[in-house]
């Protein structure tokens, strides 16, 4: 079991942490992080471990929507040509080309955060004091020489029979799809609920409507987002091909979460996607997707029972 | 006046009944008897005076303020004695700076020793500072064992602190950073970016010097196996750094988390940092200077021969020094009576030192109380002829206390758990080293 890749790219460098930044925030932990200040404690508590799935093709860094998560779940996916000059591995054995490693977030997203301001970077597969995944990162200086930070990470090797749970997850059989709206604002309107209330709801239709509403015994807040427009093969009937079931354009579907999961998600989005879309599927989850330029983000977040 | 006066001292006893009822006679005539009394404008507020406190608060639980005719010295030690931070400020830095009238070298300005988080708080908001204090004026009065810190803000507006304070001899490390083998020194930029790559919590980190690069790596304890924890390493070139004087290739750990309050003050003084390092074992001084004043952060390294063990409360340690003593060791005691405290001094007294009282420290150590104005050569024979005297002493006293470096690396220091380090005690023309 190998791995060695290499970054020398400069603009891959930018986008490498670009998806730096967004894991970042999703694991959201360290209490120091400018970042995730004032809901690292709830949070920080329910993210324990992360995955990162090797394949020739691709890097997937997968939170998994266990208990232990809060049962939030995370899917990243880089086509790892757009970001490695270099990148070589070999399976777990030759048939199986790929590589399963548990890693613990804070470490992990504190060797990405050298790596936000590196020239270059080796990433590699190492056995120091145990498994480890090497992040070695040059970063700039002003004389001739660079600057090298290494960091060791320690990982643990997930065996094969664990790894259906890391598969790629299927876009699950949802009642609406809609496009976000800006995140931004999103995330102020969320900001400001999580002062009132635990509970958010989340409804949009086909017609490109989304709500957000909280309700508790004094007050219920609602903001309304409309025109958002809905992608193409918006409903589940549409994706199955079949005869459509045309759904009423103007029945919400809805899913009751927990704001602060939401909030979670949204903190970390500083950079506006090319493509950001919800898919709801009726009282049982938000299945979030986010475009970047060369990162696919999925996130899902589950009804509170 | 007069019979306010009396009154005043006839009813000290009372403590803190009559400062409720009279604070504000109190404080005018603590001004009066003011032992030191300074004014300082509100920019060097906020900066070098509050990030000051700030690094120090980052070593020490107490705060001795010292003033002196050269200056006012704010100065903190660690609870293990294994971290010192001294801020002396000019008289320059002040808009107006005066001692006790009368008061000379060698006489007694009073030495105040301060809770940290008495002082703390007041400093700790350092933009609301910046934006609403215009000046701040800081007295000592002895009358009142009371060091009184006005903030004089916007719209006449006036807060007046009164600390108490414990009078306390001079907390003083001399440290004779002429005597180290490698010195460096960079812009604190630079030391920033190489310690922003290790976690708030990391606790020590090893600094490794050769002619061909300083590297720094975070410190693991040994014997943590089951507990994976990430291992960072970097390493700079020499020539990334403004002066680079290596006369020995060593490797010394330290505490991080009390240099991290002398950096982010050189960053914000935009000030180089000085480095003077020398063998493991051997303190650490890390020192920042401009026109009106001079930091200095000493740290104890790790000795060579021990790299398990870390810094616990010193007196847990004593029972396992050995072979320093002949008797059984002594419990350090941290405060002898109230609140002295005595420190030996190493052999070369250095120019900051001037107007302290300097003590010696195991005479001082087993008798309470017992403070001696001893020249150097009275000083070195009480320590080293005192086999009797607790090694633990020695050793927690760490940059106070003096060992030559030879006793240690034979032998004292193969024993000590403690994040210990000497200073050399003797020069070699006053006095033959000798074996305890």
Partial sequence: MKFRGKITDIACLNHFTTFSRILKSAVCLNEADPLCSGVVTTISKLTKTCVLRLTPDHLFFILP???TNGGVGMWCQLLQANFFQEYQMEGVTSEVQEICLEVSPEPWSRALKTVQSAKSVKLKLTRKHCACLTVAAELPTLSSVGRVVTHDVPVDVIPRRLWQEFQEVGVPDFDV???LPPLKTMKSVVDRMKNLSNFLVMEANLNGDMNLKIQTDLVSVTTHF????????????????????????????????????????????????SKALCNIVHQNVVHLVLLHEDVSLQYFIPAVA | LGCLRSTFCGSRASGVLYVFTLSEIVSQLAYLFANMNCVIERNSVKGPLGKAIHALSRIGNEL???????????????SAHSAYGCFLFSPMFFKHYSLESGSKQGSKAIKCKLVMKSVLPLFRCLTSIERSVERCHMSVSTATDRVIIQFFCRHGIIKTH???????????????????????????????DMVVHFPLFQEEITLS????????????????GPMKTMYTEMSLHPNEFDYFQIGLDSDITFCLKELRGILSFAESRSLPVSVYLDAA????????????????????????????DHSQPTESLTPKISRCISSPAQPVAMS????????TVPDELIASSQGSPVISCPGAMRLPQTREQTCLSVDSQECTSSTSSPASTKVCSLLFNALSSQQDQDGCAAQLPVLACYSDEENADDNPRSPS
């Fill in chain 1, 226 to 273: 409309k025109d958002l427009g809905n992608p193409a093969g918006g409903d589940v009937s549409s994706q199955d091909g079949g005869p459509s079931q045309s759904r009423d354009p103007e029945v919400m579907a809805e899913v009751t979460v927990d704001i602060r999961k939401l909030q979670q998600f949204l903190m970390g989005q500083q950079v506006n996607p």
């Fill in chain 1, 177 to 179: 799809s809609v496009y």
């Fill in chain 2, 64 to 78: 001795w303020l010292d003033p002196m005719v050269k200056g006012l010295a704010l100065r903190s030690v660690n």
């Fill in chain 2, 162 to 192: 009164n600390i108490h304070f414990q009078e306390s001899e001079a907390l003083q490390a001399v440290f004779d950073s002429h005597l180290c083998a490698n010195v460096l020194k960079a812009p604190a930029r630079l030391l920033a």
């Fill in chain 2, 336 to 343: 002898q009576g109230p609140g002295s405290r005595s420190y």
């Fill in chain 1, 65 to 67: 929507g266990k208990v």
């Fill in chain 2, 209 to 224: 010097i050769t002619p061909m690069k300083v590297t720094l790596r975070n410190y693991q304890q040994g014997g943590k």
């Fill in chain 2, 281 to 308: 074992g051997k303190p650490v001084c890390f020192s920042v200077e401009d026109m009106v004043l001079e930091a200095t952060v000493l740290l104890a390294t790790v000795t060579d021969s021990d790299s398990r």
